[in-house]
């Protein structure tokens, strides 16, 4: 797998990045132990939340590590050594489900809502009501959200797992992703969307 392109920020450079780096460009077994051994969970994270499949997830993250060292000397320190690693993780992710070929996710402009000229939405639906039960069953709700977050398309479940689960802000997620704050922006409202149309079929009577 190719190391994703660097996306040139104005954010600093960390001080103690050039220490690491230092020390894994001149391929210090001790230091790219303690950097994979520190990260590790960072990343295996990121990619279970992606792939839902633990053998996909720790292959993806293996590939993210490889990716990351084969790329280290192409590394301008143009974002911190952890945003660039989250990065190429997500890509990896990305690569492995889309390997997969999956056929079961719904189509985004499906799940938007509409609206009629004034601004009023051309079909309101009613206030949730939980299921009899739902209020005792975090677990349950919880899985259920996860779910349905997997069922939007790839570009959408990543930017609202980035944001609202690993809660990156909006710069870090623009640079993971290689794209502009305006577009996370405007995808992950259209995310939260799409996701709370799919929440509303399991709630709305």
């Keep these: 797998m190719d190391t994703p392109a660097i996306v040139t920020t104005a ?3 960390d001080p103690a990045d050039a220490a690491i780096l230092a020390g894994l460009r001149n391929g210090d077994a001790a230091a790219c132990t303690e950097f994979v051994r520190s990260h590790a969970g960072m990343a295996l994270g990121v990619a279970r939340r992606i792939l839902r499949n ?20 192409d590394f301008r320190q143009q974002s911190r050594l952890t ?4 990065r190429i993780v997500v890509n990896a992710a990305l690569m492995k ?6 056929r079961d996710e719904c189509c985004i402009d499906e799940l938007l809502p509409s609206y009629h000229a004034d601004g009023h939405r051309r079909d ?15 677990d349950d709700l919880a899985g259920l ?10 570009d959408y479940r990543v930017v609202l797992v980035l944001r609202d689960v690993e809660e990156l802000d909006t710069e870090e997620t623009a640079e993971v992703l290689g794209t502009t704050p305006g577009a996370v922006k405007t995808r992950l409202h259209r995310a939260r969307q799409a996701l ?3 929440l509303e079929r399991e709630f709305v009577p």
């Design 11 to 13: 954010a600093a450079t």
């Design 54 to 73: 633990e053998a996909d997830a720790q292959d993806a993250v293996q590939d993210a590590f490889a990716s990351f060292f084969r790329g280290l000397g």
């Design 145 to 154: 959200v996860r779910r349905k977050v997997d069922e939007l398309p790839d």
């Design 83 to 86: 945003t660039w690693l989250h």
């Design 196 to 198: 709370r149309t799919l």
């Design 97 to 102: 489900r889309r390997a997969a070929q999956r």
């Design 124 to 138: 309101p639906r009613p206030e949730w009501v939980l299921p009899s039960g739902a209020g005792s069953a975090g």
